[in-house]
T-cell receptor, first 109, second 117 residues
Framework: GQNIDQPTEMTATEGAIVQINCTYQ??????LFWYQQHAGEAPTFLSY??LDGLEEKGRFSSFLSRSKGYSYLLLKELQMKDSASYLC??????????WGAGTKLIIKP | NAGVTQTPKFRVLKTGQSMTLLCAQD?????MYWYRQDPGMGLRLIHY???????AKGEVPDGYNVSRLKKQNFLLGLESAAPSQTSVYFC????????????????FGPGTRLLVL
């Protein structure tokens, strides 16, 4: 079956760095997305990886290892507004997105 | 430029009632999607459309129907609501669905919270 695993909840301190991991098992692979979702709001796009390596975008970076079925989202210089759920989604051979349940990130002052 | 909009924002139904959720996008996107989001679970695809006049089943299509009569609109219908359909429903759109790389990025509407009693 197809599956996305990510931690349910993480806690970090304002100003620190946090890494949210995601492992995926899909029939075929056509890219991996990270979305941010604040409570009660819609998911918004953060990053897209299809090749191995690190993609940096400001305070956020996303890494992909296709051979390991693994990705992570790295958030630097954490701010209180980064408190949200982070959703990992992998696109399978049919170009359907398979979504993880999300990681709730709690930022403490 | 409103992006993706959904109506209504919130609705309470009794078991057996019917309703239609409306999604509209003004980005000229070809692809549109309906998801449901339940606590502790990932987004699950209900139905999707790859263009005007086309629809296809997703992961959890039972109990729902859809129509895409106009490119900018995607309707989700519940013919006979059940308590198991209590959920938050998100509509999304993208300019590409396959082989489009970053163009496959999906843009989401604000969601419809549905409670079926």
């Amino acid at each position: 079956g197809q599956n996305i695993d990510q931690p349910t909840e993480m806690t970090a301190t304002e100003g620190a760095i946090v890494q949210i991991n995601c492992t995926y098992q899909t029939s075929g692979f056509n890219g991996l997305f990270w979305y941010q979702q604040h409570a009660g709001e819609a998911p918004t796009f953060l990053s897209y990886n299809v090749l191995d390596g690190l993609e940096e975008k400001g305070r956020f970076s996303s890494f992909l290892s296709r051979s390991k079925g693994y990705s992570y989202l790295l958030l630097k210089e954490l701010q209180m507004k980064d408190s949200a759920s982070y959703l990992c989604a992998a696109k399978d051979s049919n170009y359907q997105l398979i979504w993880g349940a999300g990681t709730k990130l709690i930022i403490k002052p | 430029n409103a992006g993706v909009t959904q109506t209504p924002k919130f609705r309470v139904l009794k078991t057996g009632q019917s309703m239609t959720l409306l999604c509209a996008q003004d980005m000229n996107h070809e692809y549109m999607y309906w998801y449901r989001q339940d606590p502790g679970m990932g987004l699950r695809l209900i139905h999707y459309s790859v263009g005007e006049g086309t629809t296809a089943k997703g992961e959890v299509p039972d109990g729902y129907n859809v129509s895409r009569l106009k490119k900018q609109n995607f309707l989700l219908g519940l013919e006979s609501a059940a308590p198991s359909q209590t959920s938050v429903y998100f509509c999304a759109s993208s300019s590409a669905g396959a082989s489009g790389g970053a163009l496959e990025t999906q843009y989401f509407g604000p969601g419809t919270r549905l409670l079926v009693l």
